[in-house]
């Protein structure tokens, strides 16, 4: 395990997620929801994150069944962990990627807003 596996986050809006955390849950199927989510439901943020084009490009069709994952607010879902994927996905011209969602609270860090 490197120093990425043991400390990741994503900020957006405010608000820092503990993606280790996530994952985690996500593997224990400590989700709110698991499927398939449509690409233009979830797009909306890629133009604010900074993309590594060349990490996205070299993502295989076995990485794109890894559920990307979102934080459960009441009024929206955020993408916090999958923009690489996502950007892999668009380039495919891809419909839909596999998602678990995770109620927000469970995963926002001390001190984060909303």
């Not at 979830?42 to 994150?49: G, L």
């Amino acid at each position: 395990m490197n120093d990425k596996d043991d400390f990741e986050t994503f900020r957006l809006l405010g608000c820092r997620f503990d993606i280790v955390k996530a994952k985690a849950m996500v593997s224990r199927n400590a989700v709110v929801e698991r499927g398939q989510i449509a690409i233009k439901d979830i797009w909306k943020w890629i133009n604010v994150i900074n993309i590594d084009e060349d990490f996205a490009a070299q993502i295989t069709k076995e990485q794109l069944q890894a559920p990307v994952i979102l934080a459960k607010f009441v009024d929206q879902d955020l993408l916090v962990d999958g923009y690489h994927r996502l950007t892999k996905a668009m380039s495919l011209n891809l419909e839909t990627l596999p998602f678990a969602s995770i109620n927000a609270q469970d995963i926002m860090m001390k001190g984060a807003k909303r």
